[in-house]
């Protein structure tokens, strides 16, 4: 019998899975995605395909349709200004907050972040940016210590992720990325968290909201043009 933790632990893997096949267009936006058929691709009965893309949902990776179906949901211009200008605010208030409110853990870890992105442009390590920016923003909000804030953050940051890996040249164009990235040109992201890390760590709340939103705003922005 599987117990508890084994359970979780397909469901994660799961959850992993799908997230990756939906953001790398394995499936495309606007096209359903079918619990048996990813229980026959992924060797996995449909117990934890169904809890993981319940999260999904709850995320907005998937979109629930009836009957019983789900979909990736659609680009549209309107959305991803509406996702992007809501995850603005709150990342923003996320990070004025965390500016006096993240624990010495918290601190650490802001830190040693700051220190990892530079190598992992140096290397030009698309895998490992992806879980380091999420990290990132996970660590802030964390540090807002406001639930709320937290939980609705991680929706809207998932939600602009399939924007981002739709447009943004990083994950368009990788040769060109790499060649960029190893004459020592980081990317705007290198820089604009360091501003936010920076201006947690000396507490300076206004200077932090200020950053966080211009970080994400510029994100939006290039993806506009580049959409």
Not at 47 to 68: C, D, H, N, W
Not at 84 to 98: D, H, I, P, S, V
Not at 201 to 207: F, Q
């Amino acid at each position: 019998m599987i117990g508890r933790q084994g359970e979780q632990r397909a469901e994660s893997k799961a959850k992993a899975e799908i997230t990756s096949r939906i953001l790398n267009h394995v499936f495309s936006p606007g096209e359903s995605v079918s619990e048996n058929q990813l229980a026959e691709t992924l060797a996995m009965s449909r117990t934890p395909i169904r809890t993981a893309m319940r999260e999904l949902i709850a995320e907005g990776l998937l979109e629930r349709v009836e009957p019983k179906g789900y979909i990736v949901p659609k680009l549209t211009g309107e959305d991803m200004q509406q996702v992007f200008l809501t995850r603005q605010k709150l990342e923003g208030l996320a990070a004025e907050l965390a500016a006096t409110g993240a624990t010495a853990s918290d601190r650490k870890t802001l830190s040693g972040l700051q220190e990892e992105i530079g190598e992992i442009y140096r290397n030009w390590d698309r895998d490992r940016f992806t879980d380091y920016n999420e990290c990132f923003h996970n660590t802030v909000a964390r540090a807002s210590g406001n639930a709320y804030v937290e939980r609705f953050l991680r929706q809207c940051f998932w939600r602009t992720q399939l924007y981002i890996y739709a447009y943004d040249t990083y994950f368009l164009t990788p040769r060109e990325s790499r060649e960029r990235f190893s004459a020592g040109l980081y990317g705007p992201t290198y820089y604009e968290h360091g501003a936010i890390t920076e201006a947690i760590l000396t507490g300076d709340a206004a200077a932090a909201r200020e950053a966080m939103e211009r970080h994400i705003r510029s994100s939006c922005d290039s993806l506009v043009r580049r959409g």
